[in-house]
């Protein structure tokens, strides 16, 4: 029986890191390839709301880009900032609520990849996020934006287990509903890191709360934000030479939104 802890998972970043950096190859290569063929001008400049750990954003560093972020976490901040100072760049990233920020100048592209929009619990802060977004791209600039939706016409997925090792630092990962409430808009989910070191063992345990959209509803709220339009989706498949439908039975899309 593992020894748990309760706790945020996001105040643990080099497990997170771990976890949720382990994609990173087939995300980065999406974000290159939708910028070459939805930007229409060469993109030098990105910013990441929910940046989390940086697992994306020192590498677009080292790719040339000019990178910057916002966490609600200070310790997930911390570690970005730490690992792009450790790689050369400066320490761009700051603590922030992704529903209520500025940039000192507008870029030509931002991106939040893996769910975190969903951590906004209603209809205010998530425009007001995507109204912010909106107000830190240069005209034209894209914004790509990752989520799962619950489907309509079939059951939706209720449970995810994943592991990632690096080195002797191994991290079993579990994900699964406890509630959805449709009506209310908000999915309660349990989440564990099963953390294993050559010493020692233990689980972290959260709960964690996701607001819930349909396909209807995704749509609705983007043509809340005026600015933004749709001019592609993509599953988590991340293959730009395959566009999807978005229909009722979508559950993973990737939104490319570009400033008008």
């Not at 450790?86 to 990849?113: C, E, I, Q």
């Not at 107000?135 to 079939?154: A, I, N, S, V």
Request: a neutral charge; one cysteine or more.
């Amino acid at each position: 029986m593992l020894e748990t802890i309760q706790g945020h998972l996001y105040d643990f970043p080099r497990y997170y890191d771990l976890v949720f950096g382990s994609d990173w190859k087939a995300e980065l290569d999406f974000l290159l390839a939708a910028f070459a063929k939805h930007a229409g001008r060469p993109v030098k400049s990105l910013f990441e709301p929910a940046c989390g750990t940086g697992r994306l954003m020192f590498r677009l560093a080292k790719a040339g880009y000019r990178v910057a972020g916002l966490d609600l976490n200070e310790r997930a901040v911390k570690y970005c900032n730490d690992r792009l100072l450790r790689h050369g760049f400066r320490p761009t990233a700051f603590v922030a609520d992704m529903s209520d920020f500025t940039l000192p100048r507008p870029v030509d592209a931002a991106f939040n990849m893996i769910n975190s929009f969903r951590h906004l619990l209603d209809q205010k802060s998530s425009q007001a996020h995507l109204r912010c977004v909106a107000d830190c791209l240069k005209p034209g600039g894209l914004y790509l934006l990752g989520l799962h939706l619950t489907p309509t016409t079939t059951q939706p997925l209720d449970e995810e287990s994943w592991s990632a090792q690096r080195g002797n630092l191994c991290v079993n990962t579990r994900l699964w509903s406890t509630e959805r409430n449709l009506k209310q808009r908000v999915e309660h989910c349990r989440m564990t890191f099963d953390v294993f070191t050559p010493t020692r063992g233990f689980r972290i345990e959260d709960t964690v709360r996701f607001r819930t959209y349909t396909r209807r509803q995704a749509l609705e709220l983007i043509r809340r934000v005026e600015s933004l339009e749709i001019v592609a989706t993509y599953d988590f498949a991340y293959d730009v030479d395959a566009p999807i439908q978005v229909d009722d039975a979508t559950e993973d899309v990737v939104f490319v939104l570009r400033k008008t």
